[in-house]
C-alpha cells in the first residue's frame, strides 16, 4: 500500500450517501498519486459479478446500487465491484504468509463474510450471487439474523451476535465486568466491550466468545464437509482476540468433522492481513481487470 485515506460509514448508507464518499475518497487518492489506474470496491451484500451491482445488503441501507457503472461514469477509470469476503479472500489466497489454492476465508465482523476460493480463483457462481455461508441455518430454533430468517451461522458467530448475548449478560450481572466497562464509557455494551473484558480476564465475557467460537466452529465443519481445503483463514474484527475466538472454534471444527480419519480436517488460521484484506483484495482485482480493459481497448483501437 502505497496511500491510504479512511471515513467512517455514515449513520445513513443508502446509495447516493455511499456513492458520494467513495467518489470523495477516489478523488482525495488521485489528487496524491496520477497514476491511478483503475478502482476496486469491496462491498458488504449481495453483488452480481460482473456487473458490479449491489443487489442487497443486510447489514446496510442500499439496494440495487450500479456501483460500478456509477464509479467509471464519474471518474473515466475501469472499475470492478464485488462481495468484500470474496476480495478479502482473493487477498490472502495469492499474497498470504501461506500461498493456497482451495481455502475459506471467513470474516467475522458485523456479520459473517465468507470468500471461497477453488482452483486459486474465487468461487461466485454463474452471477456472483454465490458464498453466502454466514446465512446457511445452524440452528433452525437461533434468533433472528438480519436477513430475516432464523438460526443463521451470522445471528451465532458474528460481532452482532456477540452484542446481543454482552448485552443479555450485562443485564443478567449488572455489577460484573461487562456492565462496568460499558458504564464507563457511556455507552451500551458492545461486541469490542466483551471482547476488552475477555482480554481482561473476564469469565462470562470468555464464556461468550466460547459460545460463538463453537457455532463458527461447527459452521466450518459443514463447509469442511462440502469441499476439501488446504485451509480456513479466519478475518475480520473478531480475530483480534486471537485464542479466545480461535481455540473454541478449531475444537468445535474436530468435534463436528465429518470422516475425521478417512479426510484431513484443515487448520483454521488468523487471517495474515486482518482487516487489510479486503482493500488489498480489491486492487489487486482492480488491476487485473484494468489490464483487460486496455487489451480490449487496443484491440478496439483501428
Known amino acids: ?5 479512511l471515513r467512517r460509514t455514515p449513520e445513513t448508507s443508502d446509495s447516493a450517501t455511499m456513492t458520494a464518499l467513495l467518489l470523495e475518497m477516489v478523488d482525495e487518492l488521485r489528487k496524491g498519486d496520477d497514476g491511478v489506474a483503475a478502482i476496486g470496491v469491496g462491498a458488504a451484500g449481495t453483488v452480481e459479478w460482473p456487473t458490479g451491482r449491489i443487489r442487497w445488503a443486510p447489514n446496510n441501507e442500499y439496494r440495487d446500487w450500479n456501483v460500478r457503472a456509477e464509479l467509471e461514469r464519474a471518474t473515466g477509470l475501469p472499475a470492478v465491484v464485488d462481495n468484500d469476503a470474496n476480495v478479502a479472500g482473493l487477498a490472502e489466497a495469492r499474497l498470504g504468509t501461506t500461498r493456497y489454492d482451495e481455502m475459506i ?37 437461533g434468533p433472528q439474523c438480519g436477513c430475516g430468517n432464523y438460526g443463521c451461522l451470522e445471528a451465532l458467530a458474528s460481532g452482532t451476535a456477540l452484542t446481543r448475548m454482552g448485552r443479555s449478560a450485562a443485564a443478567g450481572d ?11 464509557s457511556g455507552a451500551e455494551v458492545t461486541g469490542q466491550i466483551v471482547t476488552m473484558a475477555a482480554m481482561a480476564g473476564d469469565r462470562t465475557a470468555a464464556s461468550l466468545f466460547a459460545r460463538l467460537g463453537r457455532s463458527l466452529g461447527i459452521g466450518i465443519a459443514s463447509m469442511n ?3 476439501e481445503l488446504e485451509a480456513v483463514v479466519i478475518g475480520g474484527g473478531l480475530v483480534d482476540a486471537g485464542e479466545l475466538l480461535l481455540e473454541p472454534t478449531r475444537r468445535a471444527a474436530r468435534e463436528f468433522a465429518y470422516a475425521p480419519t478417512a479426510r484431513p480436517i484443515p487448520p483454521i488460521v488468523p487471517a495474515t ?10 486492487a489487486l482485482l482492480a488491476l487485473e481487470d484494468a489490464g483487460k480493459h486496455w487489451r480490449r481497448e487496443e484491440r478496439s483501437t483501428p
Not at 500500500?1 to 485515506?5: I, K, L, P, R, V
Not at 492481513?273 to 480489491?282: E, F, L, P
Open 1 to 5: 500500500m502505497t496511500a491510504e485515506t
Open 105 to 141: 476465508l471467513v470474516t467475522v465482523g458485523t456479520g459473517i463474510g465468507t470468500g471461497i476460493v477453488l482452483g486459486g480463483r474465487i468461487y461466485r457462481g454463474p452471477h456472483g450471487l454465490g458464498a453466502e455461508i454466514g446465512h446457511m441455518n445452524v440452528t433452525p430454533d
Open 174 to 184: 449488572p455489577d460484573g465486568m461487562i456492565a462496568t466497562l460499558a458504564a464507563e
Open 225 to 227: 464437509a462440502i469441499f
Open 273 to 282: 492481513y486482518r482487516g487489510d484484506a479486503g482493500k488489498i483484495g480489491a
